[in-house]
């Protein structure tokens, strides 16, 4: 039963909801569709679930509506989409923009529901008759074909849906026919009574072509090897050994050659274990990335890329200009095309996931987004002067600033000194993958938060690790900042509870909490990372990635969320609070990773590191990921 079916524009405005199915939905079905689909251009899918209920979707690009039913998810109901497709179309009639009240609807719809539903009704009995049908003409020809067969010798047929296979493997183990022409044509004459024409078992093996097929050592259709089916069966092939490849021989080095002075750059440490000297470089390495503006200039590259489309064979223009001639393509792009269809869309689409793909994008993540902008512009005028590549370039331009732009403000120091005027720490866990820079760049947010007269301490709660707790101490170290551990093979769920405590009695502000590196799919570890989480109820969790990864970001965060949702003991579900994107000074242009993340997550990217040192950590310039993505 249908539960409910909107009408609204883009804008948010509700035009006409259907009063016979006022049915009061369980929470908030259509805002959740708006925010986690519809506006992170996810428009393309299908369907969308939320609790107990499924919601389809249509729109009507030319005018900006929106079309949503809502049903019961247990129920499959067949009529849906015909029901949308025939409501947008006999809505857009009487549609007018200054209009606020559609009372008149109501009976259009009742007329077009029940339209729908007697549609659904006779599909429904379609496929339900059909499987039955089908499966007792089949099992009447088995039936069939195995009386008319049964007083047959061993060529016989034993399995009519096959093809005879008994008889071709007989006639394979002998070599020859036989003799069993007749039967053959009796089989023939059973398989046309049946309905069915037998291409397959009507054919005589000729001994010549069994040679050559048992020279190459090819397998029958029954298991039977075709080397056996002539008639010298106790002939053996003997296997003949590959030549054992020469192994390469180690490379022996001159002894005259200068020996290398051992590198030794750890600091000195005297009889009681104390170091003799300390490095001091909070205030050498000047101010962070993070408060410096970055200028970008899109005046340059806008210009390249209109060379580039100059260049570029207009794939969407092509067959229009075939079948119309230049003066109707002219025509055409100076009035302006009457509505955009999925077939005017297709190659502009195509070579941008192409495109996308070639930056690093995730497939998934890819074809998605295309599909997204096609919903978006399919049924939608073409205006003057534009061409359609241009026009899917902009959509999906917009498509990108509005996945990348975060959806709530992202300032760390405004919550920190929120949490100091409660008289608690604000808590900052680090978490992803093996290799990816979470102790460095934890480093570098702890000097950042240094600029900002923030007192940091770290916490060592990496005790897997061989080497963790001395790489943050040697950081800690270096910055002057406190450090909280307690060696190795300990609970870093405790850990991190006694750093929060020992930071609380200290004053610290900032306790950033460092952990170990554990793959998506090693479930002790990720268990073990969900205690600490749900033990100590972080301010922030911030996912450590690289932006070297391609298809394996929407892995890696899908399933740290899902295994901190499944892992989570609480009532509230703690997942992923943002993304801190690593070694982006090495990808050049393959800029697809920091999309993937956001996309699949819905988190926002709050640090971009870009360097060795401490000051290289940045802002993520959203302006820039898109023109370079799209360039």
Same mark, same amino acid.
């Given at each position: 039963m249908l539960e409910q079916l909107l009408i609204f524009t883009r804008g948010g405005l509700i035009l006409w909801t259907c009063k016979e199915l006022g049915n009061a939905l369980k929470g908030s079905p259509i805002d959740t569709l708006i925010r986690s689909c519809l506006l992170e251009e996810r428009s393309g899918e299908v369907s969308f679930n939320y609790e107990a209920y499924t919601l389809k979707w249509t729109f009507h690009n030319d005018l900006g509506l929106v079309f949503v039913a809502v049903y019961q998810r247990i129920l499959h109901l067949l009529y849906v989409d015909d029901l949308l497709s025939m409501v947008k179309q006999s809505f857009a009639e009487i549609y007018d923009p200054k209009r606020m009240s559609y009372d008149d609807f109501d009976e259009?719809?009742?007329?077009?529901?029940?339209?729908?539903?007697?549609?659904?009704?006779?599909l429904r009995k379609v496929k339900q008759v059909g499987k039955p049908v089908s499966s007792v003409k089949k099992q009447g020809q088995v039936l069939k074909s195995g009386l008319d067969g049964g007083n047959k010798s061993s060529g016989s047929k034993k399995d009519d849906g096959d093809g005879n296979k008994d008889k071709v493997g007989s006639l394979m183990t002998n070599g020859h026919s036989n003799g069993n022409h007749k039967m053959e044509d009796d089989s023939d004459k059973t398989d046309l009574a049946n309905g069915k024409e037998n291409t397959t078992d009507n054919v005589v093996l000729d001994p010549s072509k069994l040679l050559k097929l048992r020279s190459k050592g090819v397998r029958g259709r029954g298991g039977v090897r075709k080397t056996d089916s002539i008639g010298n069966k106790s002939s053996k092939v003997t296997a003949v050994e590959p030549p054992k490849k020469a192994t390469k021989k180690n490379r022996v080095w001159d002894d005259a050659a200068p020996k290398q002075v051992k590198l030794d750059f750890t600091d000195s440490v005297d009889e009681n274990g104390n170091e003799d000297h300390v490095d001091i470089v909070a205030a050498d390495q000047g101010e962070s990335m993070m408060d410096k503006?970055?200028? $970008?200039? #899109? /005046?340059?590259? !806008?210009?390249?890329?209109?060379?580039?489309?100059?260049?570029?064979?207009? #794939?969407?223009e092509k067959p229009e200009a075939k079948k119309k001639?230049?003066?109707? !393509?002219? $025509?055409?792009?100076?009035? @302006?095309?009457?509505?955009?269809?999925?077939?005017?869309?297709?190659?502009?689409?195509?070579?941008?996931?192409?495109?996308?793909?070639?930056?690093?994008?995730?497939?998934?993540?890819?074809?998605?987004?295309?599909?997204?902008?096609?919903?978006?512009l399919e049924g939608k005028k073409l205006a003057s002067f534009t061409r359609i590549s241009s026009t899917v370039q902009g959509a999906m331009e917009?498509?990108?600033?509005?996945? *990348?732009?975060?959806?709530?403000?992202?300032?760390?120091?405004?919550?920190?000194?929120?949490?100091?005027?409660?008289?608690?720490?604000?808590?900052?866990? $680090?978490?992803?993958?093996n290799g990816v820079g979470k102790s460095t760049n934890l480093a570098k947010v702890a000097y950042w938060l240094q600029q900002h007269k923030v007192s940091v301490m770290m916490a060592a709660c990496d005790t897997f690790r061989s080497?963790?707790?001395?790489?943050?101490?040697?950081?800690?170290?270096? *910055?002057?900042?406190?450090i909280f551990e307690k060696g190795y093979e300990k609970d870093p769920a405790v850990v991190a509870k006694e750093a929060i405590q020992e930071a609380t009695r200290n004053g610290s502000d900032v306790v950033l909490v460092d952990t170990a590196g554990r793959m998506q799919d090693n479930e002790p570890l990720m268990r073990a990372l969900s205690k600490l989480i749900n033990l100590n109820k972080p301010d922030l969790v911030l996912f450590v990635g690289e932006a070297l990864v391609g298809n394996d970001a929407v892995d890696q965060l899908s399933k740290f969320n899902q295994k901190? =949702? /499944? *892992? !989570?003991? #609480? @009532?509230?579900?703690?997942?992923?609070?943002?993304?801190?994107?690593?070694? $982006?000074?090495?990808? /050049?242009?393959? &800029?697809?990773?920091? *999309? =993937?993340? &956001?996309?699949? #997550?819905?988190?926002?990217?709050?640090f971009v590191g870009c360097g060795q040192s401490y000051t290289d950590l940045k802002k993520l310039n959203v302006k820039a990921i898109v023109k370079t993505l799209l360039k």
């Open positions: 259009t719809f009742r007329q077009l529901r029940k339209e729908a539903e007697a549609r659904g009704e006779e503006e970055e200028v $970008f200039s #899109s /005046d340059g590259e !806008s210009e390249d890329d209109d060379d580039d489309d100059d260049d570029e064979p207009r #794939s969407d001639g230049w003066f109707s !393509s002219v $025509f055409q792009s100076i009035t @302006g095309k009457a509505n955009l269809e999925r077939t005017d869309l297709e190659p502009a689409l195509k070579a941008l996931k192409e495109r996308l793909m070639t930056k690093n994008v995730a497939e998934e993540i890819a074809a998605k987004l295309c599909e997204s902008v096609e919903a978006s917009d498509a990108l600033i509005r996945i *990348l732009t975060p959806r709530r403000s992202i300032d760390i120091m405004r919550d920190v000194n929120a949490a100091k005027e409660q008289r608690r720490p604000y808590v900052v866990v $680090f978490v992803g993958v080497g963790a707790v001395e790489q943050l101490r040697t950081h800690a170290r270096r *910055l002057q900042i406190p901190l =949702s /499944d *892992l !989570s003991n #609480s @009532g509230t579900t703690r997942l992923i609070d943002g993304i801190l994107l690593t070694k $982006f000074d090495t990808i /050049d242009d393959k &800029v697809g990773a920091a *999309l =993937s993340m &956001v996309y699949i #997550s819905g988190a926002p990217v709050m």
